[in-house]
């Protein structure tokens, strides 16, 4: 398909698709779920739950449940929300509770979180507006949002060259087609909307137009054993490390 054709609808589907076909073998497919980076997470949230006013978690594109599964013994509930209902009840047993839903028309009552996160899920949205939205109507006051492990577009801008390189070596559209064959290229392609990154700068003036306190950062971490021994946990400036981090706190009402 043509990008320039393809719409939101377009990309929601695609996304529902691939997930729902892989939905029994996400991670292994994937290949980056390490014990390394479950301890990184959990060690990110617990420094979440120590700034959320209580311990309600959505975890939105919830997958396999890599981080309600982190956020076990922090917060309670550990709700799961994903497009694919396939991908929460092969995973049942991560969240206390996985629903089915669009991240633009979440099916909760307002204030009804003290923390959302997103783990590697802002590159699959067409847009961030409804998410940022949805994610500010269900927080709590003082609620938090965090979200992890997107490539950032500066980033990819000054990289482009050995990213492109590295991606044709990893070439991970091959692993998903040859695991299913209802993954077709448009179905990937589309499902990886922002494969050359997540504009941080256009991301950060919505959270703060929607009344956000907002703290992003740059690193390494949780790509591979070789690049966390280079460059470990921390923080780079813009463009200089590939994955976006972003805390946000919203304000009272």
Known sequence: ????????????????????????????????????????LRRRLERLRERAPGGGLLDLGAG???????????????????LSARILAAHRGSFDLGVAADADRLPFADASFDAVTCFSVLHHLYAFDGLVREVARVLRPGGVLYTDHDLEAAFWRRFRLPLGLYRRVRNARFRYQEADERISRDVYDLSEWHSNGVDAAGLVRLLEAA??????????????????RLFGEKPRGRGWAPLLAIVATGGGR
């Open 1 to 40: 398909m043509d990008r320039s054709k393809a719409n939101e609808r377009d990309v929601k589907a695609a996304n529902r698709a691939l997930y729902d076909a892989v939905a029994g073998r996400y991670e292994e497919i994937d290949g980056r779920r390490s014990p390394g980076l479950e301890a990184w």
């Open 64 to 82: 396999s449940g890599l981080v309600a599964r982190c956020a076990e013994g922090l917060f309670e509930p550990r709700v799961g929300a994903d």
């Open 211 to 228: 009344g956000f306190a907002v703290e992003a950062s740059y690193h390494w971490f949780g790509l591979s054993p070789l690049t966390d």
